[in-house]
């Protein structure tokens, strides 16, 4: 369904395993990045009545995920790190279009969006099956399919908003370079790393 060229080595869940406090730090802070990049795209784009409305949405369920993951965190006698460094979505940023019209940069931020709910998705569809903590295995779960929903919310608003940009034809581009990309990771308690 999403179209990933790569899928993540089932083996990296057990990477996050063994160090659950580090991935959950990681994972707040996609939550809280995910979140203000949904305002940043309402910010900007305000005149789209129905973008302005779903994004609202998806950044307060956003929300809801980091305050999720911080009673996790606290639950279990961790303490929630200073935020990261992504690197793989600084990468991403880098390939995102930012040199032609208002509208090509704008349907390029929504793919960006769209290749990072992807991803997320994927990888807590790992994590579900493949982590030993019942608890977090169904968190995961329920967390894959919400981001299933943003991916396509995503995607959908470049379809709908294009002006002369050939969203399937540059969506498959993004595909191209994000399967090269994430040759790179699956290594670290990172959920994109």
Excluded at 148 to 154: C, D, I, L, V
Aim: proline share 1%; net charge negative.
């Amino acid at each position: 369904m999403l179209g990933l060229k790569l899928l993540t080595d089932p083996r990296w869940a057990n990477v996050a395993e063994s160090n659950l406090e580090e991935i959950l730090t990681d994972h707040a802070w996609c939550e809280q990045k995910a979140a203000s990049n949904a305002i940043s795209l309402i910010t900007q784009n305000s005149e789209y009545e129905d973008l302005v409305h779903e994004l609202t949405a998806i950044a307060i369920e956003e929300m809801e995920h980091f305050q999720m993951v911080i009673d996790i965190i606290k639950e279990r006698g961790y303490t929630l790190g200073r935020e990261r460094k992504d690197d793989y979505v600084g990468r991403l940023m880098k390939f995102s279009k930012k040199d032609g019209s208002r509208n090509q940069a704008f349907i390029d931020r929504l793919l960006f969006a769209a290749m990072i709910e992807a991803r997320s998705c994927e990888r807590f569809r790992v994590l579900s099956k493949n982590l030993q903590d019942d608890k977090l295995s169904k968190f995961y779960h329920d967390l894959m399919v919400s981001e299933a929903n943003h991916y396509t919310t995503f995607l959908n608003f470049a379809k709908k908003y294009t002006e002369g940009v050939d969203v399937d034809k540059r969506w498959q581009e993004w595909l191209a370079f994000e399967g090269e990309l994430i040759q790179s990771y699956g290594t670290k308690e990172q959920i994109h790393g």
